[in-house]
């Protein structure tokens, strides 16, 4: 996971709790049963695993937790798979294409993100969406190859095209 | 539920099908990525769902290995075409509106300079 | 019909074998191997459904798992290869 970020190490808290949840939602999904037992043994490991782990998971301070945080990741969420849909109907018909309609070449975007984990969120979602693929990410620049450049774009029109909306449903629960 | 789920599943592994068609036919490694990745993670998800509408009680395990497959499949493509890129393999490239011979003569040049 | 989605995902298993085996680069045979790990985590869950036992979507998981950290290893192989290569 720590492709994504190159020299924002501040000094931040530990994610403690959040990642004592997560462990534990996890661990609730695994065993699938609510026998008092499980949950006991449960919530020992837990602590364990993120007493551990926390240290190195300052990647999930980037996420900011309010009153529509569920709300947002679910609006994102469907948006997401729409575009998934999409992108593959897309491909699809560029793959079964006898000469395959491709342009394909790099081209750089500008990103808006503060966080860490904005910007792998965002990356995951240009990798999933129509024709693109995330190369290599720096500060607020992003290399994307794309299989069909449209011709004559600069930078704002190519951030346009692929990343804006994706930025606005994120702002939603990612800083 | 039965019937909706195993045609779900149809159509996850159409899509597989097609990625796997797409790694086949596409000139280079990046595009290849693209296809490869993209085609086969739709098609995991829709596998994923058939089977959760098939055996409903599943739906937890399958759920991590969904959100688990969601979320490493993109980051590892990513990882290795970021690795390809600085070990200086040149992206295949196309210009536009070009026929016949010449256009098949810049292909093998692209291809004997990607390799 | 589960049978016929079985016979449609042997053969792309086929055709990935094809670029891991023939493939042009060294980087085909990679992205061939990232693909076909996938195939076979869609693989093992298929027969989590065809023997009607829930143990195998456990091995389906762990199998993702291990191949993610495969791949993210061998990337960072190539990259590191490159870099020493730079400094001399």
Do not use: C
């Not at chain 1, 499980?38 to 900011?64: F, R």
């Not at chain 3, 670029?19 to 985590?41: E, H």
């Not at chain 3, 061998?74 to 730079?86: Q, S, Y």
């Amino acid at each position: 996971m720590y492709l994504y970020f190159g020299k924002q190490m501040k000094k931040r808290s530990s994610p403690y709790a959040l990642t004592f949840v997560i462990n534990f939602l996890l661990w609730l999904l695994l065993t699938a049963t609510f026998a008092i037992d499980e949950l006991i043994s449960g919530v020992i490991i837990s602590i364990i695993v993120s007493l551990i782990t926390a240290p190195k998971m300052k990647i999930l301070n980037g996420l900011n937790i309010h009153f529509g945080f569920l709300f947002g990741l679910l609006k994102y969420l469907a948006y997401f798979f729409y575009a998934l849909i999409k992108a593959n109907f897309d491909l699809a018909k560029r793959v079964l294409s006898l000469d395959m309609k491709i342009h394909p070449g790099m081209v750089e975007i500008k990103t808006t993100m503060q966080s860490d984990l904005g910007k792998l969120f965002l990356a995951n979602s240009i990798t999933l969406t129509p024709g693109t693929l995330t190369v290599d990410v720096y500060d607020n620049r992003m290399l994307v190859h794309w299989i069909d450049v449209p011709e004559h774009l600069d930078i704002e029109a190519t951030t346009k095209a692929i990343v804006s909306k994706f930025e606005d449903y994120l702002k939603e629960f990612v800083k | 539920m039965q019937l909706a789920g195993e045609i779900i599943l149809l159509i996850g592994a159409i899509f597989i099908f097609l990625g796997a068609l797409g790694l086949l036919r596409m000139p280079d490694v990046y595009n290849r990525i693209q296809v490869g990745t993209k085609a086969v993670t739709l098609g995991v998800i829709g596998v994923i769902v058939g089977v959760a509408l098939i055996h409903p009680l599943w739906w937890s395990k399958l759920f991590v290995i969904l959100g688990f497959i969601l979320l490493t499949s993109p980051v590892s493509s990513s990882a290795i075409t970021k690795a390809f890129y600085r070990s200086g393999i040149k992206p295949w490239t196309k210009a536009r509106k070009m026929k016949g011979k010449k256009k098949k003569a810049q292909k093998e040049e692209n291809k004997e300079t990607s390799s | 019909m589960i049978i016929s989605a079985m016979t449609l995902i042997a053969i792309a298993a086929l055709f990935t074998l094809y670029r891991l085996l023939f493939g042009p680069t060294n980087a085909d045979r990679i992205v061939s191997a990232d693909a076909l790990a996938l195939i076979t985590t869609v693989v093992l869950i298929f027969m989590a459904l065809v023997f009607d036992s829930i143990l195998y979507l456990d091995i389906a998981l762990v199998y993702s798992i291990l191949s993610f950290v495969g791949i993210i290893a061998l990337a960072r192989v190539i990259e590191a290869k490159v870099h020493n290569k730079g400094e001399k």
